[in-house]
């Protein structure tokens, strides 16, 4: 079972960042996709709450250097 997850993302500025956020997310167990729009400024994740919890999904974007709203 999958679940999704949209977030309010402060701090991207072009698709760098973009990259940077997917690819931190992308990276953890348990997301099957990420996509992010830094002109809409939100990332929408599709992952398996079994394995990873949204408290983890707003670390990573954070680690990434952006802020979540």
């Known amino acids: 079972m999958t679940q999704s997850a949209t977030f309010i993302v402060t701090g ?3 698709g760098g960042c973009e990259k940077n956020v997917i690819q931190k997310l992308t990276a953890l167990e348990g997301v099957i996709s ?8 939100y990332v929408s994740i599709e992952f398996k709450p079994e394995i990873i919890e949204i408290d983890d999904l707003e670390d990573a ?3 990434a250097g952006f802020g979540v709203e």
Do not use: L, R, S, T
């Not at 990420?34 to 400024?41: G, L, P, S, W």
């Open 12 to 14: 991207m500025k072009c």
């Open 34 to 41: 990420a996509v992010a729009d830094y002109k809409e400024h």
């Open 61 to 63: 974007i954070i680690a």
